[in-house]
């Protein structure tokens, strides 16, 4: 089992990071993303990161999110840049064993981005 926790933080220039720090078979992870859910909306995804460092971004995000693992700590970043009111969604760590077309094994319980016009 793997267990994922949110967090999220304000960088200095206004910019705003969410952090998942990863505990348990840490080393049966192969792909982490982040996800989000924004209200009456189907969750869609964000970005993915696999073990072979290979990146995905949504459209929607490229360019404005930044997408980083700390191994040593096993914790992910998403750096968020740029933010829109359309950005307002309940974000979720994931991980999975496979590659990420398969879908996701392990979730967090989201942590909660608001961005006012």
């Known amino acids: 089992q793997v267990q994922l926790v949110e967090s999220s933080s304000v960088q200095t220039g206004g910019s705003l990071r969410l952090s998942c720090a990863a505990s348990g078979s840490i080393y049966t992870v192969y792909t982490m993303a982040w996800y989000r859910q924004a209200p009456e909306k189907e969750r869609e995804l964000v970005a993915t990161i696999t073990s072979g460092k290979t990146k995905y971004y949504a459209s929607t995000v490229e360019g404005r999110f930044t997408f980083s693992l700390d191994s040593t700590k096993n914790v992910l970043y998403l750096e968020m840049s740029s933010l829109k009111p359309e950005d307002t969604a309940t974000y979720y760590c994931?991980?999975?064993?496979?590659?990420?077309?398969?879908?996701?094994?392990?979730w967090g319980n989201g942590t909660l981005v608001t961005v006012s016009s």
């Open positions: 994931a991980a999975s064993r496979r590659s990420p077309e398969y879908g996701m094994d392990y």
